[in-house]
Each structure stands twice: as C-alpha cells, then as structure tokens.
C-alpha cells in the first residue's frame, strides 16, 4: 500500500508530463509563499497557470478535484499574487486543476482548465 506522501508525488509527476505533453511551459513546482504551496506554476500561451494537484487512491468519496475548497482557493490566490508580484509577471493568470485517481495500477486524470475564478 503507497503511502498518501508518495501517492501525491505520483500524482503531481503524472500532472507535470501532462501538462507538457500539452505544452505547457513550467515555471516552478511545489512554490511556497508563507505556509501556502502551489503545486505546479506553469505558461500556457498568454496565462500563467496556478494548477493545484489532487490525487486520491479511489474516488469512492467523490472526484479529487471537489477537496479545493473556497479556503484552498484563496491560499492559491493569495500565493499566486505573492508570484506574481516577486517575479514582475504581466500575464492574465488562470487556476486549474489536476485530479489524479489511482486505482489497481491504472490511473485516471483530468485536467480542468479555469476551474475557479478569484473573486
């Protein structure tokens, strides 16, 4: 049984050659501002792109992505702004997910592009 640390670092690998495999430009992965993390910061064309990983062992419970919450999406917001604001970035910044669901060694993944909006 893969323990739920290394079940994350599967998953977020998993995100990373999706996300290049579709041209994604990475940027940074597991950035930290304060005691917030932002998993993946990416270019995709003209956005920066916040991409939060989410990866579960089933989803017996509901789909990975439905755990980013209103409160974890204002950590995203709030480390996106501290990004963009250390690295001078003039782009329109976009916040996706990855849900990763893992299950008898096959695995599922979803990628969702402008999953929430900041408010």
């Given amino acids: 049984m893969i323990d739920k640390q290394e079940l994350g670092r599967l998953g977020e690998e998993f995100a990373l050659h999706l996300l290049v495999s ?3 430009k990475i940027l940074a992965t597991n950035w930290r501002f304060r005691k917030d993390e932002v998993d993946i910061i990416a270019k995709d064309d003209s956005f920066l792109v916040i991409v939060e990983v989410k990866t579960r ?20 917001i709030r480390a996106a702004n501290a990004y963009i604001e250390k690295n001078n970035i003039d782009l329109e910044c976009r ?23 900041p408010l």
Avoid: C, M
Avoid at 59 to 72: D, H, L, M
Avoid at 95 to 117: C, L, P, T
């Fill in 57 to 76: 062992s089933t989803n017996y419970f509901g789909e990975p992505y439905t755990a980013v919450n209103k409160k974890k999406q204002g950590f995203l």
């Fill in 22 to 24: 579709k041209g994604f």
């Fill in 95 to 117: 916040f996706d997910i990855v849900s990763v669901v893992f299950a008898e060694n096959k695995h599922q993944i979803e990628h969702i592009e402008d999953a929430f909006y």
